[in-house]
C-alpha cells in the first residue's frame, strides 16, 4: 500500500513539473538584470534564418525598456513576454 502511494505521489510531481517550468519561462520580470539576460540571448542569435525573429525581439525589447522608464511594470512585462515568445519560436 505504501509503495502505491509513494509512486503515486512521484508520478504527481513529475506530471506537475513541466506546467511549473512553462509559468516560470512565461512569468517575464521587468529587471534590469533580466533584460540583460534577454540581449544577450537576442546577441547570440547569429543564424540569417532567424533575422525576422531576432528583429521581432529588438522591437519588442526596445518597447519593454520604454515601458520600464515609464514605470509601466505590467506594458514591460508584456512585452518581454512576446520577445521571449518570438525567440522561442524558433
Known amino acids: 500500500m505504501l509503495k502505491y502511494t509513494i509512486a503515486a505521489i ?8 513541466p506546467a511549473f517550468a512553462q509559468d516560470a519561462m512565461m512569468s517575464a520580470k521587468c529587471d534590469e538584470a533580466s533584460m540583460m539576460k534577454m540581449q ?4 547570440a542569435m547569429k ?3 532567424m533575422k525576422e525573429k ?13 515601458s520600464m522608464k515609464a514605470n509601466k511594470m505590467e ?8 520577445a521571449m515568445k518570438s525567440m522561442s519560436d524558433m
Open 75 to 82: 506594458d514591460c512585462k508584456t512585452h518581454m513576454e512576446k
Open 47 to 49: 543564424d540569417p534564418a
Open 40 to 43: 544577450a540571448d537576442m546577441d
Open 10 to 17: 512521484a508520478l504527481a510531481a513529475a506530471s506537475a513539473l
Open 54 to 66: 531576432k528583429e521581432m525581439a529588438s522591437k519588442e525589447m526596445m518597447m519593454a525598456k520604454d
